[in-house]
């Protein structure tokens, strides 16, 4: 295997988890962080005890809070940062490498305040670049540090550099599929975590595994109503990216989104919930994102908009659920 020297930039626990699979797949990662106290910590016990716990940092892997550093060299560039500092990166990336470097993202979500999608901001930052991929998919990333079976979509409009970018991350251990559906791939990565935030509420207020059910179908129901009016394939909705995270979110409680809901379903108040996880949860910012969106374009996302109206209009989670069971009945397929 031929190595690669990748910069994955965010050492949270998805890019620790990242940087641990490239590693072991035989490739040079420096991971950078903008928080020096974190990366400082990664150098001197070389393991994320903050995030993945109990897993040592291979020798392959270089923490580095030093931004031009870590892009020194670099062959390819991984973003893993959420994606309210997404534009952020990408424009303090292209000082140091200008716009034509090997960019791949495993951000999920859309972009604060414009509910614009990952790769539409790239397209703004590094215009005409054509070697750009989203990597999305059912992957906690304690399961992925650990080595334990994974599968994956990479997405890219340019089909030649989707499957580079899937050789860098494949080998028996994580399955790595390619697709040029790249507002599918980014929208089931976006809307899954607002569902998974829905389920935890309805698991927390007891409603049980039929409840569960009916939620995660009628949600890939509003994901392939979207996805399908922007222009996604209804097989990426059916596939890992769409079906397969959305199943993988909506019923671990590996899930920061989901573990959300659950705290809201139990009558926890939301600042509280945030601070308890203390992680980025894209499905928090990504539902008023999603609920606009759905309006602009005039679709109907029942169960996305009760969330929204449950996270910033104070809307009481019996009443959400109530809003959603006393709509007027109409056919499934509808």
């Given at each position: 295997?031929?190595?690669?020297?990748?910069?994955?930039?965010?050492?949270?626990?998805?890019?620790?988890?990242?940087?641990?699979?490239?590693?072991?797949?035989?490739?040079?990662?420096?991971?950078?962080?903008?928080?020096?106290?974190?990366?400082?910590?990664?150098?001197?016990?070389?393991?994320?005890?903050?995030?993945?716990?109990?897993?040592?940092?291979?020798?392959?892997?270089?923490?580095?809070?030093?931004?031009?550093?870590?892009?020194?060299?670099?062959?390819?560039?991984?973003?893993?940062?959420?994606?309210?500092?997404?534009?952020?990166?990408?424009?303090?990336?292209?000082?140091?490498?200008?716009?034509?470097?090997?960019?791949?993202?495993?951000?999920?979500?859309?972009?604060?305040?414009?509910?614009?999608?990952?790769?539409?901001?790239?397209?703004?930052?590094?215009?005409?670049?054509?070697?750009?991929?989203?990597?999305?998919?059912?992957?906690?990333?304690?399961?992925?540090?650990?080595?334990?079976?994974?599968?994956?979509?990479?997405?890219?409009?340019?089909?030649?550099?989707?499957?580079?970018?899937?050789?860098?991350?494949?080998?028996?251990?994580?399955?790595?599929?390619?697709?040029?559906?790249?507002?599918?791939?980014?929208?089931?990565?976006?809307?899954?975590?607002?569902?998974?935030?829905?389920?935890?509420?309805?698991?927390?207020?007891?409603?049980?595994?039929?409840?569960?059910?009916?939620?995660?179908?009628?949600?890939?129901?509003?994901?392939?109503?979207?996805?399908?009016?922007?222009?996604?394939?209804?097989?990426?909705?059916?596939?890992?990216?769409?079906?397969?995270?959305?199943?993988?979110?909506?019923?671990?409680?590996?899930?920061?989104?989901?573990?959300?809901?659950?705290?809201?379903?139990?009558?926890?108040?939301?600042?509280?919930?945030?601070?308890?996880?203390?992680?980025?949860?894209?499905?928090?910012?990504?539902?008023?994102?999603?609920?606009?969106?759905?309006?602009?374009?005039?679709?109907?996302m029942p169960i996305t908009g009760q969330v929204k109206r449950v996270l910033f209009d104070h809307e009481p989670?019996?009443?959400?659920?109530?809003?959603?069971?006393?709509?007027?009945?109409?056919?499934?397929?509808?």
């Amino acid at each position: 295997m031929t190595r690669i020297r990748i910069s994955i930039l965010g050492a949270g626990s998805w890019g620790t988890a990242l940087a641990t699979l490239l590693a072991r797949n035989g490739h040079t990662v420096r991971l950078w962080d903008r928080d020096s106290q974190h990366i400082e910590s990664l150098k001197r016990v070389r393991q994320n005890r903050r995030h993945l716990p109990g897993i040592p940092l291979s020798e392959r892997i270089t923490p580095e809070i030093n931004l031009s550093a870590a892009l020194e060299d670099s062959q390819y560039v991984l973003v893993v940062t959420p994606s309210s500092g997404f534009r952020d990166i990408l424009k303090k990336t292209r000082q140091y490498l200008g716009v034509d470097f090997n960019l791949i993202w495993a951000s999920k979500g859309l972009e604060p305040g414009s509910g614009k999608f990952l790769h539409q901001v790239v397209d703004e930052e590094l215009p005409g670049h054509h070697a750009i991929a989203a990597l999305s998919g059912p992957s906690f990333a304690t399961e992925v540090a650990r080595g334990l079976p994974t599968a994956v979509t990479v997405a890219s409009r340019n089909a030649a550099y989707a499957k580079a970018v899937v050789k860098l991350f494949h080998c028996p251990q994580f399955r790595a599929y390619t697709s040029e559906d790249i507002i599918g791939v980014e929208l089931g990565g976006s809307i899954k975590n607002v569902l998974a935030i829905a389920a935890g509420i309805s698991d927390g207020m007891g409603y049980g595994a039929n409840a569960r059910a009916a939620l995660i179908t009628r949600g890939l129901a509003e994901i392939m109503r979207l996805g399908t009016h922007l222009g996604g394939l209804r097989e990426t909705f059916m596939g890992l990216a769409g079906l397969g995270d959305l199943v993988l979110t909506c019923t671990d409680d590996q899930s920061r989104n989901r573990r959300l809901g659950l705290a809201l379903g139990r009558g926890k108040a939301l600042e509280q919930a945030v601070a308890d996880i203390g992680q980025a949860i894209e499905g928090l910012h990504t539902a008023k994102e999603l609920a606009a969106l759905a309006e602009t374009h005039r679709v109907e996302m029942p169960i996305t908009g009760q969330v929204k109206r449950v996270l910033f209009d104070h809307e009481p989670p019996v009443s959400a659920v109530e809003n959603l069971l006393t709509r007027e009945p109409k056919p499934e397929t509808s």
